[in-house]
């Protein structure tokens, strides 16, 4: 396995308190995302990062952030966690100039 | 409409048998394509990868791709109990950025 470690790897919060998921990689790989996964929609591109404090946006990006101050941790926050954000989240990374992208466990996050 | 179209399935074939996937898109730019395997539970995994159109063969997998049609496809020949998952494919332009189908979730009865 790809050493990539996703946590919480389960989550039941309220809607309206704020949310941080974390990844692990002790890969040293540059480039880090983070995914949501729902029925029908297969896997959609939250952020994604390019190096330590680089960060862009993905396809659903509203009402998340995203930081990264080590290579190794890239960190999603829900700011204030709505419904139609429950969710699987999958952290992904990848190695310069492979194509290749390794795959968290996820984390399965409920918002009541 | 999504830039990339996958039937959800369910499917559900007799171990030996041969399972079809396909997946349609519209974006002419994509150039590189992708099957993941998921298994329940679990983050997907990369099964096959190939470049521009053609075929490619890794044991019982075959990945084909027609960019004129804009079509790809995965075959896998002598279906076994342990293939059942949902397969994603994936596709990129030149950038890194990967577009996803909806997963097709596939059983293969023991």
């Known amino acids: 396995d790809a050493g990539i470690t996703q946590s919480p790897r389960h989550k039941v919060t309220e809607t309206g308190t704020p949310v941080t998921l974390r990844c692990h990689q002790t890969?040293?790989?540059?480039?880090m995302y983070w995914y949501r996964q729902d029925p029908g929609h297969g896997l959609r591109l939250i952020h994604y990062?390019?190096?330590?404090?680089?960060?862009d946006k993905g396809e659903v990006s509203d009402g998340y952030s995203v930081s990264r101050s080590k290579t190794e941790d890239f960190l999603l926050t829900l700011e204030s966690a709505t419904s139609s954000q429950t969710s699987v989240y999958f952290c992904?990374?990848?190695?310069?100039?492979?194509?290749?992208?390794?795959f968290g466990p996820g984390t399965r996050l409920t918002v009541l | 409409q999504k830039e990339v179209e996958q039937d959800p399935g369910p499917l559900s074939v007799p171990e030996g048998a041969i399972v079809s996937l396909n997946c349609t898109y519209s974006?002419?730019?994509?150039?590189?394509f992708m099957w993941y395997r998921q298994y329940s539970r679990k983050g997907p995994e990369l099964l096959m990868y190939?470049?521009?159109?053609g075929n490619k063969e890794d044991g019982r997998f075959t990945a084909q791709v027609d960019k004129s049609s804009k079509y790809i496809s995965l075959f896998i020949r002598d279906s076994q109990p342990s293939d059942s998952a949902t397969y994603l494919c994936?596709?990129?332009?030149?950038?890194?950025?990967?577009?996803f189908g909806a997963g097709t979730t596939v059983t293969v009865r023991a």
């Open positions: 992904a990374i990848r190695g310069e100039g492979e194509d290749t992208q390794y």
């Open positions: 190939t470049y521009s159109s």
């Open positions: 994936a596709m990129r332009p030149n950038d890194y950025k990967l577009s």
């Open positions: 890969e040293n790989h540059r480039y």
């Open positions: 974006n002419s730019a994509f150039q590189y």
């Open positions: 990062s390019y190096g330590v404090k680089d960060t």
